[in-house]
Structures are given as structure tokens and as C-alpha cells.
């Protein structure tokens, strides 16, 4: 009963029982005949109700380091994963800024050209503008996945010259 109470009980509760032990120990030697046998008989039991104390505590010491390092080990997995979506938003955004940038410049001179159909042959323009919207789409889809936003579904890609 000690190293079940030294184990799990609260600090006051665990003082009140190793108190009442000791006086309850006492009592018992008490028991016996002469003074003397009755203190050897409550000192006895006092040693063994502490030494059971004792390997309870040591028992819940153990376990409270081994919840301590799994909690540590938690907020450092917690931690590298944040890390890891911070990483994983900034190389998105990175990606949007600069080839996203370049691809809608590309897309939208494409148009242009293709209004004007004397600046170059109608079906290279229609090449170039579906080869930059093919990237752009392809360029979302990553930078959804980067985010961490899911998975996309493959799509065909169009058979582009």
C-alpha cells in the first residue's frame, strides 16, 4: 500500500499516510509484552512501510522523468513540424512570386500577339499562350501541395509541341 501511495497519491495526502504509518506502527508494537520488543517491533514496521515508500517514490520519480521527455520530445516534433510548414509557405511563396510572375507575363503577351495576327503565325502563338497556362496550372498544384493544402488530382496535360 505505501508504494502505491507513494506512486500516485498528492504531496499532502502521501505526508498524512507516512505520519498515520509511523504512528500506526507503533501501535501494533505497542502490542507486545515488554518495551523494549515492542520498539524493535515498531521500528521494524516502520522500515518496511518506508523502505516500500521509498520504491514507490523512486518508481514515480522515474516515471515522471520518462512523461517529461516524452512531452520534450513532443514539442520538439511539434516544433521541427512547424518548421517544416514554414518552410514548406515560404518556398510557395517563392515560387508564386517568381515563376508565376514570369509565366502570367508570358500568358498575357501571348494574347497580345495573337490580336495582332501579322506580328507572328497564329499557331505559334496559340503554342506559346497554352504552354504558359499549362505551367501556371502546374504551378498552382504545387504551390497547393507546398502548402500543405491536400492532394490534387493528376490531370492530363495536353499535348503541346
Not at 62 to 91: N, S
Not at 116 to 124: I, K, L, Q
Not at 139 to 154: A, D, F, N, S, Y
Request: proline share 4%; glycine share 6%.
Amino acid at each position: 500500500m505505501s508504494a502505491v501511495v507513494a506512486m500516485y497519491a498528492p504531496v499532502r495526502p502521501r505526508r498524512l499516510y507516512v505520519v498515520t504509518s509511523v504512528l500506526w506502527t507503533g501501535a501494533v508494537g505497542a502490542q507486545f509484552g515488554d518495551w523494549e520488543t515492542a520498539a524493535y517491533a515498531a521500528a521494524f514496521l516502520s522500515l518496511l512501510v518506508l523502505i516500500a515508500y521509498a520504491i514507490g517514490r523512486g518508481i514515480r520519480r522515474v516515471a515522471d522523468r520518462a512523461r517529461e521527455e516524452r512531452t520534450q520530445r513532443l514539442h520538439a516534433e511539434q516544433a521541427r513540424a512547424h518548421a517544416l510548414q514554414q518552410e514548406r509557405r515560404r518556398f510557395a511563396q517563392e515560387l508564386h512570386d517568381n515563376i508565376g510572375r514570369d509565366l502570367t507575363i508570358l500568358a498575357m503577351r501571348a494574347d497580345a500577339m495573337s490580336l495582332h495576327p501579322h506580328a507572328a503565325a497564329p499557331e505559334a502563338v496559340q503554342v506559346l499562350g497554352d504552354t504558359a497556362r499549362s505551367a501556371l496550372d502546374d504551378l498552382r498544384e504545387m504551390v497547393i501541395l507546398l502548402k500543405g493544402q491536400g492532394v490534387l488530382p493528376c490531370r492530363r496535360r495536353q499535348n503541346i509541341p
